[in-house]
Nanobody, 121 residues
């Protein structure tokens, strides 16, 4: 499966963005999906993950209550609604797909290119 992330950009603190991840090659409906981010000088971290059914989701503590992951299997896309953005959310965000949902320990096999999110103070 090939993944294409889009929808990043520059926003002021407190604003919102809604990056998307589109898949091609195979349907997303059978994959666990997630978003990682990597800030300058930091390691890549898992931000959110959602199970195949969409009934289970993991959120990293710093984004709980502000970010919402959703999937539209019919359109083969996934979205990340990002509200109340903070300067510390600035990073390259990567979407990913995998086979087994395990919350914060979910593993991923496929990666899209990143989309840059910049939050100004």
């Amino acid at each position: 499966v090939q993944l294409q992330a889009s929808g990043g950009g520059l926003v002021q603190a407190g604003g919102s963005l809604r990056p998307s991840c589109a898949a091609s090659g195979r349907t997303l409906s059978s994959y666990v999906m997630g978003w990682f981010r990597q800030a300058p000088g930091k390691e890549r971290e898992l931000v959110v993950a959602i199970s195949v059914s969409g009934r289970s989701a993991y959120y990293e503590d710093s984004v709980k209550g502000r970010f919402t992951i959703s999937r539209d299997n019919a359109k083969n896309t996934m979205h990340l609604q990002m509200n109340s953005l903070k300067p510390e959310d600035t990073a390259v965000y990567y979407c990913a797909a995998g086979g087994y949902y395990r919350g914060s320990s979910t593993s991923f096999d496929y990666w899209g290119q990143g989309t840059l999110v910049t939050v100004s103070s």
